[in-house]
């Protein structure tokens, strides 16, 4: 951050360049720019001598305690630096470079939580500073990683907000905080993160496999196939590429397809659940029932808690009317996860047809309540970003 | 054989239901593939050439009120007896923009008219809504056709926002309001209704279906913001309202018995059809519900109903999701005898097609006849099953558009407009999609709502009046090619209800059984020709067509020639 510093002051020497043509008198700018130019050819000596001059004659004077504070931290001088900085923002509240200077010392003391507000006041006074933007930037970014190391997920994406407010340009923090966007299935405001990042740093595969993640949350099923067809052209040897691009094309009734994609997927990770699980999803949609059970149950061996398996052989169960194992499976399921909204389901309808009413009831009670309440959640999420609402209320019915 | 038992009972029972049906409607062959059959099919529009002029006006504000986008249905009838269908349209009214709350909308323009429009010998059509005293009230929305007090001439019933509108139909060319007398006036926000005899008594009840709670105090859906916009809003920001069931109780008056038979489950109903899906002689009702589960009032026999959308599995997908449930038909698509259900809904959530087990419990099988793959993107409304071609097996007319005038800029892959789908059934296994080569129309992108199918020309093949959401209707005449053979059958109840509604028809051939029942209701918010019609493939004789009247009289005729339309009376005994 010291070399930040550095290139702080140098910035603001050419911020002091205009001021100087219309701030008399001409011999203290001379000394001011001079010292400035002697700072930036590692002259320190002659800058010292430069703002002391200065300030004999004008003790107040801002712009030469900003820049003697800029000497001091070169000389690794930082208590001194940073009365100097104080003084400075003192006599002049709303100097910019002297803000954003105590910042940067107080982030290279360690002291983040105190350079946040000298930076956020710097940049309010002069939006573009870039050197206070990159230390708030940086220093936001680290706190949105604490915060979502400590589970707190909002605040987390409330600091990457801040800081794409900051840095827009940023591919990073963009990407960041569509990740922290997607991870909260704030799809809308994922999307728009990840498309900028595209923007800005094009065919980012990673960037592009979340743009399609983004879109499956939102059930565009087309445009989650487009980004995940770019992200498997460029890199064809990443399986998972594969299975997701096939999710989308089964989404998209694309079956024959999807099942190439899945087969490609276990060639390159033979060792894999995920493939199996969704080929056997797209077997038991039409019903062949055999070749769907041995996929799940080949998934099971693999990951004998896999809920969505356990799920779907249940429900393969209660297809070829076997609802004893049916109901055993259906009710392992649901203890490993209750929110499986379709093994409640089925577990409903198997419990119809061997008699049992009031559970069968509960049951599927419960299933159209989940359901109920994951439609609830696609329509209500909110675009945070700007503030607005989204179209929740509107009839997409999706 | 009408069980008293509960639905789970009856399930236990299904072997017993299974002997019955059999005993009624013996093994059922399986309908054998005609070789004759061309693909596509042949359809024209020959509206402008009949003489229709007919344009449903929807009355859009910028307010978008929901009522505006839900559009008004049709019924195909022969309301004179000349043996020539004839064709009634509901009409919008006339919104304020913004209307107050608790405002009735009026038809104080011509243009806000239902209209009746009567087949003249030529098979043009002429308007003669005013001479029958038709022009209405308020804002239509559905029309059931029925003869409920067994005069022989069909009767209306118009639904409508606010206020529905029963006329009866005086024999002589005209119309009576007999609403107030009868006490049908209903309430709320009426959609499709239905002509039923629940309790076969021998009168015809009737259903009427109701959206939701819902005023003109909207509230503002949409993106808000300085580039937002107003938008239709979602069923779920509104209570739901539960469907009305009047009895008849003859001498033109209805009794409300919507709580005492158990029918009033709040639901989110758009569209009606009837069957007797599990064969015990009790005409039960489905439901279309939009973002809830679909309703199955499977009816005890005993005068009361229970709901049984959930557990019969006819309620959701087959991952347990709800969808925009709006048009219904309730017909025998794989011709083993028993009523499989349509269910039309929005894009993304794929036509549910649900599949009779035969023993109470129907397995949704939207995937496995590859619907789901032509449906995925498509919002439909009407709905109908008709055999376009006569061979013998029910093939699909679907009429489309999503609900949401501005859904390009929430998803650009899905379309408001959308031309219609015609699928044909291949042997009760598949659906394919051969709308692109079945006529210009297929490729005309429409705001379509109504639905209602018959045979208007009596040339043996079913054609269809389709109506848009505020813009014209849709003539659509089946020419298709074919020398499949065909009968149309028309029933006439004497100790049953004398339209025959709930009648069940079984049609046996060389090649195969085939399956009907007897109905004007189904679709979406239409009412289509009560005529049961038959394709026939090669099949040059029928063998035998048998009978289970209402009234439990069971009648044979065996022998009859093929591709003429025959009326059949219902014998004493």
């Keep these: ?297 080949l998934v099971l061996t693999r990951d004998s808690k896999h809920t969505g398996a356990l799920s779907a052989l249940g429900r393969v169960a209660f297809e070829q009317k076997r609802y004893s194992d049916a109901i055993d499976l259906l009710q392992r399921a649901i203890a490993s996860d209750d929110s499986l909204r379709e093994a409640h389901y089925y577990l409903g309808l198997t419990l119809v047809r061997v008699g049992r009413k009031e559970e069968a009831d509960s049951q599927l009670q419960i299933a159209t309540h989940l359901e109920h309440d994951e439609a609830q959640h696609r329509r209500t999420v909110l675009r945070i970003q700007d503030g607005e609402g989204g179209d929740h209320n509107s009839d997409p019915k999706k | 054989m009408k069980s008293s038992s509960k639905f789970f009972s009856r399930v236990l029972l299904s072997g017993i239901a299974l002997i019955s049906g059999s005993l009624i409607f013996g093994t059922g062959l399986p309908f054998a593939a005609s070789p004759n059959s061309p693909t596509p099919g042949r359809f024209v529009d020959a509206t402008e050439k009949l003489g229709i002029h007919f344009r449903q006006q929807a009355s859009p504000t910028s307010r978008k009120y929901l009522l505006e986008t839900m559009g008004s249905g049709v019924a195909l009838f022969d309301y004179d007896n000349d043996g020539r269908l004839d064709i009634f349209f509901a009409n919008g009214a006339r919104l304020d923009d913004p209307t107050p709350k608790g405002s009735t909308p009026k038809k104080d323009s011509p243009k806000y008219w239902n209209r009746l429009y009567h087949q003249k010998s030529d098979g043009t059509f002429e308007d003669v809504t005013e001479r029958a005293g038709l022009t209405g009230f308020g804002y239509s929305t559905g029309v059931a056709v029925g003869d409920y007090d067994n005069d022989g001439f069909e009767d209306l019933y118009v639904a409508g926002y606010g206020r529905s509108t029963l006329y009866h139909n005086n024999g002589d060319g005209t119309f009576t309001d007999v609403t107030a007398a009868a006490g049908v006036a209903g309430s709320g926000w009426m959609t499709s209704a239905a002509w039923v005899d629940y309790d076969n008594d021998g009168r015809l009840d009737l259903v009427v279906a109701r959206y939701m709670q819902w005023d003109f105090d909207d509230v503002l859906c949409g993106k808000p913001g300085k580039d937002g916009y107003r938008s239709y809003c979602h069923p779920d920001l509104f209570k739901a309202e539960s469907v009305l069931l009047f009895h008849n109780d003859g001498g033109g008056k209805f009794t409300e018995v919507s709580h005492q038979t158990g029918i009033d489950k709040p639901g989110k109903g758009l569209g009606l059809a009837i069957a007797d899906y599990d064969h015990d002689g009790f005409m039960d009702i489905l439901l279309a519900n939009d973002s809830m589960s679909e309703y199955l009032f499977h009816n005890r026999g005993n005068g009361t109903f229970e709901e049984v959308g959930l557990p019969s599995g006819a309620g959701l997908d087959s991952n347990g999701n709800t969808f925009a449930g709006m048009g219904v038909d309730f017909e025998d698509y794989n011709n ?136 014209p209707a849709w003539v659509l005449l089946n020419q298709t090619d074919t020398p499949n053979h065909w009968i149309t059958l028309n029933l006439v109840g004497v100790k049953s209800n004398r339209d025959a509604i709930g009648a069940q028809v079984r049609v046996s051939t060389t090649l195969g059984d085939q399956f009907a029942t007897v109905t004007t209701s189904s679709s979406y918010q239409s009412s289509s020709d009560k005529r049961l019609h038959f394709g026939l493939g090669t099949a040059d004789a029928i063998r035998e067509i048998e009978i289970r009247w209402p009234s439990g009289i069971h009648q044979i005729l065996r022998d009859q020639k093929p591709d003429r339309i025959v009326t059949i009376t219902e014998p004493l005994k």
């Design chain 1, 1 to 297: 951050m010291r070399n930040k510093l550095l290139c702080g002051g140098v910035l603001l020497l050419s911020s002091l360049m205009p001021v100087a043509q219309v701030s008399p008198p001409s011999s203290t700018m001379s000394l001011l720019q001079d010292a400035a130019q002697a700072m930036t050819a590692g002259k320190l000596t002659r800058a010292e001598t430069d703002l002391q001059t200065v300030l004999r004659t004008a003790p107040d004077d801002y712009r030469a305690l900003d820049l003697l504070g800029v000497v001091r931290v070169l000389e690794h001088r930082d208590v001194e630096a940073e009365q100097l900085f104080r003084r400075a923002v003192q006599k002049k509240p709303d100097f910019a470079p002297a803000h954003a200077h105590l910042g940067l010392l107080d982030l290279q003391k360690g002291r983040a939580d105190d350079a946040v507000p000298q930076l956020r006041e710097a940049l309010r006074i002069d939006s573009a500073r870039t050197d206070a933007s990159d230390a708030l930037v940086h220093i936001l970014r680290d706190q949105s990683k604490t915060a979502a190391a400590a589970g707190d997920s909002g605040s987390s994406l409330a600091l990457l907000r801040e800081a794409r407010n900051y840095a827009p340009d940023n591919p990073d923090v963009q990407f960041e905080f569509g990740a922290m966007a997607l991870q909260l299935s704030l799809w809308q405001d994922a999307i728009a993160a990840f498309q900028q990042t595209l923007k800005l740093r094009q065919n980012d595969p990673v960037a592009l496999y979340s743009l399609g993640r983004a879109f499956l949350g939102e059930w565009k099923f087309e445009d989650a196939r487009q980004q995940f067809a770019r992200y498997v052209e460029a890199r064809p040897d990443d399986a998972s590429g594969h299975c997701a691009l096939g999710m989308t094309l089964a989404a998209l009734e694309s079956t024959q397809e999807a099942r190439e994609q899945f087969e490609r997927s276990i060639v390159l990770a033979p060792e894999q659940t995920e493939s199996y699980y969704r080929l056997g999803l797209i077997e038991l949609n039409v019903k062949d029932l055999n070749e769907a059970a041995t996929d799940f149950r």
């Design chain 2, 336 to 471: 083993d005898g028993w009523p499989d259900i349509i269910i039309t809904d929005l894009a993304n959530q794929r036509y549910a097609l649900y599949t009779n087990l035969k023993d109470g419990t129907f397995d949704y099988s939207t995937t496995v006849t590859g619907l789901s793959a032509i449906s995925l993107r498509h919002s439909g409304w009407g709905v109908r099953f008709l055999d376009y071609d006569n061979d013998g097996w029910k093939d699909l007319l679907i009429v489309q558009s999503h609900v949401i005038d501005t859904i390009e800029m929430l998803d650009p892959n899905v379309r408001y407009r959308e031309p219609p789908l015609l699928l044909r059934n291949e042997q009760g296994k598949k659906f394919v999609n051969v709308s692109a080569a079945s006529g210009d129309m297929f490729h005309q992108n429409w705001a379509a709502r109504g639905l209602a199918v018959g045979d208007i020309n009596n040339d043996g093949k079913l054609d269809a009046v389709v109506t848009s959401n505020d813009g």
